[in-house]
């Protein structure tokens, strides 16, 4: 499965990188990106990089959901409080990064879907862009603050790099001599 994805995902790439309508420079963003002027081009990121995995989440999220209010239902005698509470903790969590992944790509979509019709005006086109990057700045964000694990081992880096700087500064330092006279 590994090898199938990282293979999928190469084809996918280089045959933008070989499309002669594949990178174009655009005026609005200044950069030389996948247009979004080019229907075919654009739809197919879209659809491979943002709805294709949006609704691969949503189907494992809904999976898990099932599972998770499923066993509840089988064994309510036994389920405590503490695991409804983790369990709406879960609930939380997953929609926020759902909801985080949809604002951050619906907007380009509807970029797309505008621009097959009429040209996409440039305050729509600017803010899709700066909302994609700021989704996955926020997105990295949500990750780290609400997943307790991320956090421990950030921490214990962070400390591990703090202490060996502390060491080579302590053994650096220039001894100091004192002369009793």
């Not at 998770?68 to 089988?74: A, K, M, P, S």
């Not at 990295?140 to 694990?149: K, V």
């Not at 700087?165 to 001894?175: A, L, N, R």
Request: with cysteine; hydrophobic share 50%.
């Amino acid at each position: 499965m590994i090898i199938f994805n990282w293979t999928f995902g190469i084809i996918i790439a280089c045959s933008f990188l070989i499309s002669p309508i594949g990178f174009q420079y655009e005026s609005e963003s200044h950069l030389c990106v996948l247009t979004s002027k080019v229907f075919h081009t654009s739809f197919t990121l879209m659809v491979v990089a943002f709805v294709i995995p949006v609704n691969i989440i949503i189907v494992l999220y809904a999976l898990i959901l099932k599972h998770t209010t499923h066993t509840n239902r089988v064994q309510p005698s036994t389920i405590t409080r503490k695991n409804n509470k983790r369990n709406l903790k879960v609930y939380r969590n997953i929609l926020m990064l759902l909801g985080i992944v949809l604002i951050g790509g619906t907007p380009y979509l509807l970029c797309i879907l505008i621009n097959k019709f009429s040209a996409t005006p440039w305050p729509l086109y600017s803010i899709s862009i700066l909302l994609i990057m700021l989704s996955a700045a926020v997105e990295s964000i949500t990750i780290f603050l609400t997943n307790r694990d991320v956090k421990k081992i950030f921490y214990a880096k962070l400390s591990i790099y703090q202490t060996e700087e502390m060491q080579t500064f302590t053994t650096t330092q220039i001894p100091t001599i004192t002369i009793n006279a």
